[in-house]
């Protein structure tokens, strides 16, 4: 066969050959334009396979889709008439967002919550029958706003702190970018609204109290306004923690069971001033115990908490001294108890913790983070 330039060419080739010496392709563009057009050719009709098969034994079908004006003068629009498919959602997705939010609500804190709101709760029944089911939703009604506004907190805390939590926390989602500021913000603003909300409903002037406590001393402690951004300052840090968890919550959410859900006067016993008492001094400890694997960040951003005025080592030991004292306090006044189950179970526990607290504590390495943290949350829990 002989082309229009009377050059012989293959019989296979001949629809290249006369394409080529047409003028319509260079040789470098065939290629491309005929896979191309395959499969637009491919891609109609009711029997495609019976389509394909012709167009492929046909040079007729080069010619027809190749010879256009605007085939022939620009090989790249016939690239991109072809759009490739677009690359499917990261099936993981959804488990990256819930994972995010799941530490942007920094977990520990609220089983730190959550624990101490019903340990307190307990402390106004006198006999089994205040068990009943009025308790459970009064207990209720004060945990799932309580925690609301511990997201708040904890929230605007991270929004606040996303500088330094890039150095000191960089696996936190508004830190390592797995959450978006919007989302956070967005997390915080309902979170506060739910929760000021349900205050109000439920009609507990205790728990609402409570509540815009915690509000107002979780945002000076976080907020970077004038005469706010209480973390600066190592004594109004530990004055947040120590009001918010060893007085407000005790005070207010003991008042919420024994007036609003029993319904009896509300008077203050014993085990709930020893309780705010106890309750103080591990707060006090939390305060100054979480600023130690933060140092670096603190230290670089202007934070002058006292770990990072007196050292790693001497806040240490003196939080743990500090928690040393709350236990064997705690199994001096179990120890006076009328009731011998009481007098065990209280002396016991509290022994146990105060040994194992020690133990962990001599063999802790202050440079490491996880170990400095995996101690945080067992004095959390």
């Not at 891609?43 to 256009?68: A, E, I």
């Not at 915690?214 to 000076?220: E, I, K, P």
């Not at 014993?270 to 960040?297: H, N, Q, R």
């Not at 004292?325 to 189950?341: D, N, P």
Request: charged share 15%; glycine share 6%.
């Amino acid at each position: 066969m002989l082309c229009a330039s009377s050059t012989p060419c293959p019989s296979s080739s001949s629809s290249k050959c006369f394409l080529q010496n047409q003028g319509f392709l260079e040789p470098s563009q065939l290629s491309v334009k005929k896979r191309h057009n395959f499969l637009k050719i491919c891609s109609h009709g009711s029997n495609p396979f019976r389509r394909c098969t012709k167009g492929f034994s046909s040079s007729s079908f080069t010619v027809q889709h190749l010879s256009s004006k605007s085939h022939k003068r620009n090989p790249i629009h016939v690239k991109s008439e072809y759009e490739y498919a677009s690359k499917p959602e990261d099936p993981n997705h959804l488990s990256k967002q819930l994972r995010a939010f799941y530490l942007f609500t920094r977990p520990y804190a609220i089983m730190g919550t959550v624990i101490g709101i019903t340990s307190v709760s307990l402390l106004p029944l006198e006999t089994i029958s205040d068990l009943s089911p009025a308790f459970f939703v009064g207990m209720l009604q004060a945990l799932v706003p309580a925690v609301l506004m511990n997201i708040y907190t904890v929230g605007i805390n991270q929004i606040y702190d996303v500088e330094i939590d890039k150095i000191n926390k960089p696996e936190l989602p508004l830190a390592s970018g797995d959450m978006s500021m919007k989302t956070g913000k967005l997390i915080v603003f309902i979170s506060l609204l739910m929760s000021l909300g349900m205050g109000i409903m439920f009609k507990s002037p205790p728990l609402l109290c409570a509540l815009i406590i915690n509000f107002l001393l979780g945002t000076a402690y976080s907020v970077d306004f004038p005469l706010l951004r209480w973390k600066k300052y190592p004594v109004l840090a530990a004055s947040y923690i120590l009001i918010n968890r060893g007085i407000v919550s005790q005070l207010a959410f003991f008042a919420h069971i024994q007036k609003h859900v029993l319904g009896r006067p509300l008077v203050y016993t014993k085990s709930v001033l020893f309780g705010v008492a106890f309750m103080c001094i591990i707060s006090t400890v939390i305060a100054l115990y979480k600023d130690i694997p933060d140092v670096e960040g603190d230290q670089e951003y202007g934070i002058q908490s006292l770990a990072a005025k007196l050292g790693k080592k001497k806040v240490f030991w003196l939080c743990v001294n500090m928690l040393l004292t709350a236990y064997g306090a705690g199994m001096v006044i179990g120890a006076l108890s009328s009731s011998m189950l009481s007098k065990i179970v209280t002396v016991f526990c509290h022994c146990a913790i105060a040994l194992v607290l020690r133990v962990r504590a001599q063999s802790i390495d202050l440079n490491s983070k996880a170990a400095v943290s995996s101690l945080y949350l067992f004095i959390w829990k």
